[in-house]
């Protein structure tokens, strides 16, 4: 079999895993209550300035698919 430089670009394919499977790898827990997403966001924005920017973002995406 040969290869092409063609197959350089395409990453090999990585073994299935279910959702079981992959919750149990990350370790994932659920959400129970809104402390659970608050500290989830402390993760995610650097300040409370660029969640309350994002949150604006998507509020007002959310209006223009409405209009």
Do not use: Y
Not at 36 to 57: C, V
Request: net charge negative; glycine share 0%; no cysteine.
């Amino acid at each position: 079999m040969t290869t092409s430089p063609d197959d350089a670009a395409i990453p090999p394919r990585r073994a299935r895993r279910t959702v079981d499977e992959l919750i149990r790898a990350k370790n994932a827990r659920p959400i129970l209550s809104l402390a659970d997403l608050d500290a989830m966001a402390a993760d995610i924005f650097e300040s409370d300035k660029e969640l309350d920017e994002f949150l604006e973002f998507t509020h007002a995406e959310r209006q223009r698919d409405l209009a």
